[in-house]
């Protein structure tokens, strides 16, 4: 067994794991976290992505003793007091969602996205999912909604800052 | 009239809220309490008779049950259409993934790790695998008696006189490959007896009724005792259309009065379910000298791999679809679905009319060169219209929008 | 089976555990080909040496004459680098490559050099580059051409008490450039079909002094192409002698993979990707002025 200290959604925790127990399984199995999905084991569809460190990964990728002293966001993290990020409202809003098996990874890699480029291009947009696999085939709308989402986020910031000058 | 509240609209999908936050439950996301985990022990060889025997691994400790089909209560028998599936192989396996015994354990690790010392002597026989090669008399039988699950024939107009009167012939030869759905979300579930004694599989499946048809019948008991509940379903595309872990599942919960879950790697995915046929397609298609088709001939050879699952449909849809959206006043189609040691086929996304338009349209892209037209012009003069009769003899008597979807294409594209 | 986990908190020390067990420990850093390994019970050590978090191996220190990468840096980071953009287009692109962004957050430099895999996307840039590896262990350091680094598919020249502490290799100048080009199935997430990467020096624009060209996947590990490099070293560039050289490398690949199903269209695919690589390493060394 190895004890990890870390942080998951703003929550402190440390917990021993086995040395072979991923990421994914800690998540899913031992915190019930299960908006982080499974699906291929390797790397390569991107419906396990979580955010470490202010960074996306494939949780199907990290063991769990790499996670030590990290701070992890799972969808489950993103919701707020208030309601639904606007990232998840935009996905909502522009029909992306279909199996819904990726949209948990999704939203979190244009999370991730918005908060490096806050006004990504369509290209740009694609590059930055191209992690994250969509069987149902619907990219079009999930770019849409990443684009819609750029805009809400906008819309926020601003909103905010003339409610703060109102003050 | 008053405006419409839904039609026109865009309306926010009612399970949209819980897929965007991950609250979604899928079968893999049920934990029960003291829940037992089961796996699947599965055939490495293509075509062979087999011998089980699990003494060895069912003394690991941990391991609570292993089933073979000697455990199977009901009918050792699945399949969508023709019950050529068994729930545990018994005499012989027929590809590479067929299931041929389930342990039972206390957790997912000892099922696994008992899986491999279930001990397994295999007696292999000959093999096929190109289903051309499997219609000959003298190839292997993967089944009773004949490979050929399925045959059909259509015929219009009579082919060997109009080729007589054709500008241009072309005879070619296509095939297209097995695909795999790769759905996300990898087979799952949990099974259960409740209170009230009734089975309970939850599995993410597009048949619940067909599902719980099956499972009585694998467990030989009433349909009202069986109930499936349908989760959130991650993809399906055609491929859960089949059983694949669900009365194992419920035969595990049934015997052992205890809930029993699991959940399929990618890799097992692919050797559970059905694939899309590859088709190997003979098409000798002629033209007069304007590009008006004359005649067609088709035979189409699908390859349903060890078990039907749906290959009726689809190789009757290929057929149907044979000629492709055009009008051909003579034509013979025959298309066969046959059993291969091959993983087996069935539903996927178009189910037949997927396959031929790789042969069709390249017949009219090889016409039209031959003839030094467009390959748009020779389809303008050919696609069907409101009043066109199909190879089958259907009359299409309303909104054959083609000609105009075309045109549109040509606008776009030129 | 993985029995014990190690996270030392010194550099020191991990070289103190190489020297005494270092047969029975495999080194993770960002683990993203490890890790499948694991869950595929193909990992046979019983030992992991965690050194993920080393912020003595992660750097990118760019001077005038030499630059230097730590083995531990992640591909993100050097994709974030705009002096490595900017000087090392081919390098940058190489990386850009690796994976998807979840890859490139977690796998670093190092581990894609001492995985031994043929296709790995950074290595032949830092052939072409020219790189020196740097090993540490307990009492020695020992300095390495990354050429001789790879001894045969998935075997390489690390020593059971070695870490490969940095890359390092020449700063570009004047007149040199670097290109890199790939041919996946897929835009995102590719493992490399093949991929050519080539270092040019210019002398009155058009006649090349140097040149280094590098290849992935199409042998057991990244190799340099020396057959190809005399061919068009002190020679003026021209389109006719590209195509010379192209066919040449046709030729080259049908040898090497002889028998092997991915030789016709390597075969074929090789000759663009090398004409295109090679223009624009030219396009770079212009720039680089």
């Known amino acids: 067994m190895f004890r990890i200290n870390f942080t998951i959604n703003n929550k402190g925790y440390t917990v021993d794991v086995d040395e072979a127990l991923r990421l994914v399984d800690l998540l899913r199995d031992k915190f019930q976290l299960t908006g982080t999905k499974e699906g291929c084991a390797e790397g390569e569809c991107g419906a396990c992505t979580v955010i470490m460190d202010g960074r996306t990964v494939q949780s199907c990728l990290v063991m769990a003793f790499q996670a030590d002293g990290s701070n992890i966001t799972t969808i489950e993290g993103l919701e707020r007091e208030d309601g639904l990020h606007p990232i998840q409202r935009a996905f909502l809003d522009a029909g992306a969602v279909q199996c819904g098996f990726c949209t948990p990874g999704m939203v979190l890699s244009s999370k991730a996205l918005l908060d490096k480029n806050s006004n990504p291009s369509r290209e740009e947009i694609r590059e930055g999912l191209s992690g994250n696999l969509c069987r149902c085939t619907g990219y079009n709308k999930i770019v849409d909604a990443v684009a819609l989402a750029s805009k809400y986020l906008k819309e926020e910031e601003s909103d905010g800052a003339s409610e703060n000058s109102r003050k | 009239m008053e405006p419409l509240k839904i039609v026109g609209n865009r309306e926010i999908r009612v399970d949209g809220m819980a897929k965007v936050t991950g609250k979604a439950i899928y079968p893999q996301d049920i934990f029960l309490e003291n829940a037992l985990y089961g796996y699947t022990v599965r055939s490495t060889k293509v075509h062979a008779k087999i011998e089980v025997d699990i003494k060895k691994a069912e003394e690991i400790e941990g391991v609570v049950k292993i089933l073979t089909h000697k455990d199977v209560t009901g009918m050792n028998a699945h399949g969508v259409l023709f019950k050529d599936q068994e729930v545990f192989c018994s005499q012989k396996v027929r590809r590479i993934g067929d299931p041929i015994a389930f342990v039972i354990a206390k957790s997912q690790k000892v099922a696994k790790e008992a899986s491999k010392m279930v001990e397994i002597k295999y007696t292999e026989l000959p093999a096929v695998f190109d289903p051309v090669e499997a219609m000959k008399e003298d190839a292997p039988i993967i089944h009773d008696t004949t490979n050929i699950r399925y045959y059909y024939k259509c015929r219009k107009g009579n082919v060997e006189e109009a080729f007589k009167k054709c500008d241009v012939i072309v005879e070619r030869e296509y095939k297209t490959s097995m695909v795999e759905h790769a759905f996300l979300q990898t087979e799952s579930g949990v099974s259960y007896v409740d209170k009230e004694g009734v089975i309970n599989v939850c599995a993410a499946t597009q048949y619940p009724h067909f599902d719980q048809l099956e499972v009585a019948e694998g467990l030989g008991v009433n349909k009202e005792q069986v109930r499936i509940i349908n989760p959130a379903v991650g993809g399906a595309f055609g491929g859960r259309e089949d059983i694949t872990l669900q009365i194992h599942l419920a035969l595990g919960a049934y015997l052992l009065k205890k809930p029993i879950r699991m959940t399929y790697s990618r890799e097992e995915s692919f050797y559970a379910h059905a694939k899309r046929h590859p088709i190997v397609m003979k098409y000798k298609t002629g033209a007069d000298k304007n590009g008006k088709l004359i005649a067609m001939e088709a035979t189409l050879i699908g390859d349903t791999g060890a078990y039907a699952s749906w290959a009726i449909n689809v190789m009757r849809k290929a057929g149907v679809h044979a000629t492709g959206p055009y009008e051909i006043q003579n034509v013979a189609i025959d298309s066969y679905s046959v059993y291969t040691n091959n993983p087996y086929c069935g539903a996927m996304r178009g189910f037949g009319a997927t396959q031929v338009p790789v042969a069709s349209e390249q017949q009219m892209d090889i016409i039209a060169e031959k003839l030094g037209i467009s390959p748009i012009e020779i389809r303008l003069r050919n696609c069907f219209k409101v009043g066109s009769k199909t190879a089958t003899g259907q009359l299409l008597n309303e909104s054959v929008p083609l000609k105009k979807c075309i045109e549109e294409v040509q606008n776009k594209l030129f | ?289």
């Not at chain 3, 090392?88 to 998807?100: D, I, T």
């Not at chain 3, 210019?202 to 061919?231: F, S």
Request: charged share 30%.
């Open chain 3, 1 to 289: 089976m993985i029995r014990q986990c190690i996270t030392p908190s010194t550099l020191e020390a991990v070289l103190n555990i190489l020297d005494e067990e270092g047969k029975d420990v495999e080194l993770i850093a960002g683990g993203t080909d490890l890790v499948i390994d694991i869950r595929n019970e193909k990992f046979k050590k019983s030992k992991l040496l965690n050194i993920a978090k080393f912020k003595l191996l992660k750097f990118i220190n760019i001077n005038e004459d030499k630059t230097s990468i730590g083995s531990g840096t992640k591909f993100t980071d050097i994709v974030e680098n705009g002096e490595v953009e900017k000087l090392f287009l081919g390098l940058w692109k190489a990386c850009k490559s690796v994976g998807a962004p979840q890859i490139r957050n977690m796998g670093t430099i190092g581990g894609n050099i001492c995985n031994g895999s043929p296709a790995a996307d950074s290595v032949p840039p830092l052939l072409a580059l020219d790189a020196n590896l740097i090993m540490i262990s307990k009492d020695k350091e020992r300095v390495i051409p990354l050429r001789e680094f790879y001894l045969d598919k998935g075997r390489v020249d690390r020593r059971e008490d070695e870490l490969l502490y940095a890359i390092k290799f020449n700063t570009l100048k004047r007149n040199e450039g670097i290109a890199f080009e790939k041919l996946g199935l897929r835009k995102a997430l590719a493992i490399s079909r093949i991929s050519c990467s080539i270092y040019i020096q210019l002398e009155k624009n058009d006649y090349i002094k140097n040149i280094r060209i590098a290849t992935g996947a199409l042998g057991k590990y990244p190799q340099r192409e020396v057959e190809l490099e005399c061919m068009l070293k002190n020679q003026e560039i021209s389109t006719g002698l590209l195509n010379t050289v192209s066919k040449h490398m046709s030729h080259i690949v049908e040898q090497r993979l002889k028998g092997r199903s991915s030789m016709h269209f390597k075969r074929s695919a090789i000759s663009g990707l090398f004409i295109k690589t090679c223009k624009d390493a030219v396009e770079e060394a212009k720039k680089n002025v």
